[in-house]
């Protein structure tokens, strides 16, 4: 797209300014303070539309900010739109060739998906960025610089990489002493907590004995994963030998391959690398030299011999300069002669006419008597000008009679008029007073425009505080003066009431889950009950117990001899006759019950098991309904402060986010009520500045119903009086200069009569003077003379008829003579006489033909002249070109020969032979090379000795054989390490399940808080990680769409605004290395710290042209605006950037900002057909250089 118009309605502080644009490159040119900024900002905001909140928005209220343009799509497409800054319809429009209609979406379309950010970034291009660009360049790889081209600033790439690497190492760092860091902190404290926890946990025997399998379980898996990994090491290292055993191999046969072709060739082993063509190239110039020495020697003898046949007539040379002045008069004695008949009989028949006329007049005189009555030119202008004086005085005679007839009646008038136009009107106070008028009527109409305004405030004050008052159902009076709380304050109490619903919310969802584990575990167990036969562990101590007890009846009654039987006793002995039997009863029923546990072991354990689960869970439980209370006392508390806040107002609060809504209704209720108390100030203000003037007006005017009325009156008056007032002045200055006019015409026409004398005296004089008779009258005279002017001319023109005759004559004479002087000197040498005779060349009949023979013959012997001249320059050229062409030919046998000497050769066909060796020497070295590039990638980092003498030494079977070896042995060991994992988790949730004290629970807390804490940093870390490779992942993709065409444009641009001196660019670039630039001029390689400020920023603009070319090949183009990006540019490199610029202008629209004037003339010296466009704070204009 290029804008060919622009018309900027209201922007800044242009104001309906029109701009004709080329659609290749235009400079705009103007001084600090013109407008440049504003008109960069105008085409942004054009585009992609004006913003909500304009800094450019001032000037005149009455208009709004909108701009209008021409644009020419890359199709060639013509089209006009107009933008208006607004929310809604801001665009209209039309294409030129069939009328469609434009709107917001058409330019969107048209602009291809371009953003105001894209345009600001890349096609918005100033000084301050093109410096941060270069001083980037010191640090950035190319890959950087290039994508950074696409953000608009490689500054803006470095610094979001570093900010991207500052925040994530700001929350975690690999390396193993760091601390400060919070992922670190929070590990390192997880890890002491898991530490005390471990320790806080009562250790039973089982619980050592667990314990102690984990560590066990803990070793072998950490011996089996090191184990592991160096079988895996060495399994890679296997691999890359036998890779690079072949390859060995082969280098192996080419090295032996080399020592034979050494051994059984001769010639050098190393020569330069363009020797060969270099030998070649002397010998092609070897042959031409000498086929162009045979040439020109043939060349040669043609010129002495075409030379040789050509002759000269020196005596013929000598009198050039009379033949040539000879003819150039021959054409007029050619004319002479034709035209004497003619003059002979115009003399004649001129002299009968005199003759005929003097008759006419009076036949007795003759011709003296004429001469006598004879007046010359002098006389006759006295005479013109004494009947030019004599008719002048007359007519201004006449004029001025008439003049002041005139001018008697115009004075009579004026002094009618000034009687008439008398007027005692005071005029001071009425215009004192309709001074005023005009903010009267203003004052009236901002009346009617306030009250306009202040019933639309007054209506939407009523419908906000029916707004304020529905949601509270309160009435409020006075809504503007409320002691409310501000809008942060309730923002931060929304915050928190969302913090106290989360937290409630996960309370709830906690006390579920703990209630459903519980629920679940219970169902276990009896389902794990309903399976278990044999008596729980209280069942058994019970039976125990009772067998324990009837043991010590017997004892007591058999070895102590105490018989007492108790009531329990008594109740024993319902059933049986003895306590032998009872006691024999009870220890098998307690064998029997242990048996059966014993029979159960696994199920009795895992029911045990779940029962303290199930304790476990409900303690859980319990704490998650007491955090579930806490967070609903904690809640309640929230909400009364909540209403704290809104008693000052009486007002009983909604949610936050209701009455923060409320709270923005309250603002705008504010701020509109606010404005009503000002307008109605500004309305009193102006109604008493109305009556003040009324009152005025009443004073002065006391006629009229009204006050329109008296200002109506007052008008007419002033008007009135205004008129008589200038009719009086006008009939006063008009007296006065017709009075000065009369006395000026009676001075005139004194002075004519005195004139008239004076004529009267010269009159006289001239008659006498002439000898005519003083009494003769002016008509008389002027026949007389007229008559005998007539016949002096006829005699004069006779007179000169007959001279023209004779000077025609004498001219042909003359020349007649001059021909035969020159032949009688070209008779006298017979060299230069014709073949014929010497008498050849004597004029018999006319002089010309004489001359055209001589002439002819001249023209011979200068054409011979100027052959041999042309033949001699030719020679001495030919001899230069020889002894050039055998200096050159003797150069190329000597360098034949050192290249001869310097290969061991006597001759061609030997040196090509140890050519053909050479080169079958080069092929070898650059597959040696390359095979040892390879062997060197497989090599990796360990040693090159070490590496070589393991390939040396090692079998490739054997090798083979150990990998499938090694794959199996990984195999084996990943099963066994995967195994041993397992069992360590297994033991690890066993460990864990022991611990149950009061002590645990709050290091179990304080843990899961910390593990909450880690999680809150990881949410915020990984996302830093996450877009480093988004953007890693960018830099790589852009790299391989679009790398090699920018690259490619960035050596084009900077080859050619560096003059050819800086031709190529490369780097690496999947490293960090920095970009290489070649000088041609110094033949090295050079990074750009290397370079000067100017070269740097000369590379970061190739850069960015380079990747903007590319960008509007994909998509349509947008006009590129620079500011003064050449500041730091030499004279040379501003003449180089501006052809760089000349040339993208081809494809895109180039607008190029400045303020410097040598701008101006670089550009007129390499663009002179371009007209630049100066921008001045009052308009702009073209340019004139």
Not at 365 to 377: C, N, R
Not at 409 to 418: A, D, F, G
Not at 862 to 867: D, G, I, L, M, V
Request: hydrophobic share 35%; aromatic share 6%; charged share 30%.
């Amino acid at each position: 797209m290029k804008i060919t118009e622009l018309h900027i309605e209201r922007f800044g502080h242009y104001l309906d300014q029109h701009f004709e644009l080329s659609p290749g490159f235009q400079l705009i040119y103007g001084d600090n303070e013109s407008g440049k900024s504003t008109l960069l900002e105008l085409i942004r905001q054009l585009l992609f539309g004006f913003t909500h909140k304009n800094d450019y928005n001032f000037g005149p209220s009455d208009r709004e900010i909108a701009a209008s343009a021409h644009v020419l799509l890359d199709s060639g497409r013509p089209a006009h739109f107009r933008r208006r800054k607004g929310n809604r319809n801001t665009v209209t429009g039309e294409f030129a060739d069939n009328h469609d209609l434009i709107d917001d979406d058409t330019v969107r379309g048209l602009l291809g998906g371009a953003s105001a950010e894209l345009f600001r970034n890349v096609f918005g291009f100033s000084l301050d960025e093109l410096t941060a660009g270069q001083d980037g360049l010191q640090q950035a790889n190319l890959q950087q610089a290039i994508f950074g081209s696409g953000l608009g600033s490689l500054a803006a790439l470095t610094d979001l990489q570093r900010t991207l690497k500052a925040d994530r190492d700001e929350l975690f760092l690999e390396s193993a002493r760091a601390k400060k860091p919070a992922i670190n902190a929070a590990l390192a404290q997880i890890r002491e907590l898991a530490r005390q926890l471990r320790d806080s946990c009562v250790r039973p025997r089982e619980f050592e004995q667990l314990e102690a399998e984990k560590e066990e379980l803990e070793e072998q898996t950490a011996a089996l994963a090191t184990r592991l990994n160096a079988v895996r090491r060495e399994h890679a290292r296997h691999q890359r030998l036998l890779q690079a055993v072949p390859l060995w191999s082969q280098l192996q046969d080419i090295e032996r391959q080399r020592q034979e072709l050494d051994k059984s060739t001769g010639g050098p082993s190393n020569l330069p690398h363009d020797l060969v063509e270099r030998y070649r190239v002397e010998s092609h110039r070897l042959t031409e030299s000498t086929e162009a020495i045979q040439g020109v020697v043939e060349r040669l003898s043609e010129v002495v011999a075409e030379r040789n046949t050509l002759t000269s007539d020196a005596a013929l040379m000598d009198l050039e300069t009379r033949i040539r002045a000879l003819q150039q008069h021959v054409g007029r004695i050619e004319e002479l002669e034709q035209r004497l008949p003619g003059l002979r009989a115009e003399a004649e028949s001129k002299h009968a006419n005199a003759v005929r006329v003097s008759k006419d007049l009076n036949a007795q005189w003759s011709e003296d008597q004429f001469k006598q009555f004879h007046t010359d030119l002098a006389d006759r202008a006295d005479l013109d000008q004494l009947l030019h004086d004599c008719e002048l005085l007359g007519q201004q005679k006449s004029q001025l009679t008439e003049q002041l007839r005139h001018l008697d009646e115009e004075i009579k008038t004026c002094e009618r008029t000034l009687r008439n136009a008398h007027d005692d009107t005071d005029l001071s106070s009425l215009e004192r007073v309709l001074g005023g008028a005009p903010t009267y009527h203003a004052d009236r109409q901002a009346v009617e425009e306030l009250d306009e305004h202040l019933t639309r405030l007054t209506d939407r004050l009523q419908d906000l505080g029916r707004q304020l008052q529905s949601p509270l159902n309160t009435q409020l009076n006075q809504p503007e003066s409320l002691p409310l709380p501000l809008a942060e304050t309730v923002s931060i109490f929304r915050q928190r009431f969302a913090e106290a619903d989360n937290d409630r919310i996960r309370a709830d969802q906690a006390v579920m889950v703990a209630e459903d584990s519980v629920a679940e575990k219970e169902r276990e167990l009896d389902k794990l009950g309903d399976q278990i036969s044999a008596p729980d562990r209280d069942q058994l101590k019970e039976q125990r117990n009772r067998r324990d007890s009837v043991w010590l009846e017997i004892r007591r009654s058999f070895i102590s001899g105490k018989k007492k039987t108790s009531d329990w006793q008594l109740s024993l002995f319902d059933h049986h006759e003895t306590i032998d039997d009872l006691f024999e009863q009870e220890m098998l029923k307690a064998d029997s019950m242990a048996d059966m546990r014993q029979a159960q072991a696994s199920l009795v354990a895992r029911q045990e098991q779940l029962e303290r689960e199930v304790r476990e869970l409900r303690l859980r439980c319990h704490k998650a309904i007491a955090h579930r209370e806490q967070c609903e006392t904690d809640r309640e508390e929230l909400s009364s402060e909540w209403r704290c806040i809104w008693s000052p107002a009486k007002l009983q609060p909604l949610s936050p986010e209701e009455m923060q809504s409320w709270l923005q209704l309250h603002a705008e209720y504010s701020k509109i009520h606010d404005e009503v108390v000002v307008q109605s100030r500004r309305r009193r203000d102006i109604n008493d500045r109305i009556k003040d003037f009324e009152d005025d007006l009443t004073q002065v005017v006391s006629d009229g119903d009204s006050a329109p009325d008296r200002l109506r009156i007052a008008n007419e008056r002033v008007e009135a009086t205004r008129h008589r007032q200038a009719q009086r002045r006008a009939a006063q200055e008009q007296l006065n200069r017709h009075r000065e006019k009369q006395e000026s015409a009676r001075a005139d026409l004194t002075q004519v009569d005195l004139r008239h004398a004076e004529w009267t005296t010269s009159w006289q004089a001239w008659l006498r003077r002439i000898g005519f008779p003083t009494d003769w009258e002016l008509p008389k005279v002027r026949r007389i003379v007229e008559a005998i002017g007539h016949v002096s001319t006829a005699w004069h023109q006779a007179e000169q008829a007959a001279a023209a005759c004779e000077n025609a004559e004498r001219q042909v004479q003359e020349y007649a003579r001059d021909v035969a002087d020159v032949a009688d000197r070209l008779a006298t040498d017979p060299a230069a006489l014709a073949p014929d005779s010497a008498e050849a060349l004597v004029p018999a009949g006319s002089p010309v033909s004489t001359v055209y023979q001589l002439v002819e013959r001249l023209e011979s012997a200068k054409h011979a002249s100027q052959q041999r001249a042309a033949l001699d320059r030719e020679e001495a050229r030919l001899m230069r070109e020889r002894q050039s062409l055998e200096q050159r030919q003797t150069s190329c046998q000597e360098a034949l020969q050192e290249m001869r000497t310097a290969m061991g050769a006597s001759d061609d066909e030997s040196f090509w032979q140890f050519a053909e060796v050479g080169a079958h020497r080069k092929r070898l070295q650059d597959l040696a090379d390359k095979l040892s590039g390879e062997i060197a990638a497989y090599r990796g980092n360990e040693d090159p000795a070490t590496f070589t003498a393991e390939l040396r030494t090692t079998d490739q079977d054997e090798l083979a054989a150990e990998l499938i070896d090694n794959e199996r042995l990984i195999q084996e060991l990943e099963v066994t390490h995967g195994d041993s994992h397992q069992q360590l988790g297994v033991a690890r949730q066993a460990v864990e399940r022991l611990c149950d004290t009061d002590d645990t629970l709050r290091l179990q807390m304080e843990l899961e808080s910390k593990r909450a804490e880690l999680a809150t940093a990881i949410e915020r870390w990984a996302p830093l990680v996450i877009a480093e490779s988004l953007l890693e992942r960018s830099i790589d993709r852009f790299e391989q769409q679009h790398q090699s065409e920018i690259v490619t444009g960035t050596r084009h641009f900077l080859a050619t605004m560096t003059g050819d001196r800086y031709t190529d660019i490369k780097a690496h670039w999947s490293t960090d290395e920095l970009p290489r630039i070649y000088d041609q001029h110094e033949g090295t390689w050079k990074i750009p710290g290397q370079l000067s400020r100017g070269t740097r920023e000369q590379l970061y603009l190739a850069i960015r042209l380079a990747y903007i070319r590319h960008y509007c090949q994909n998509t349509e183009s947008l006009p590129l605006v620079m500011d003064d990006v050449t500041v730091n540019f030499d004279q040379t490199r501003l003449r180089h950037t501006l052809s760089a610029l000349l040339e993208l202008s081809q494809d895109i629209q180039v607008l190029f900002l400045t303020c410097r004037h040598n701008t101006l003339e670089q550009l007129h010296d390499i663009a002179p057909e371009l007209e630049p466009l100066r921008l001045t704070p009052t308009g702009n204009d073209i340019l004139a250089m």
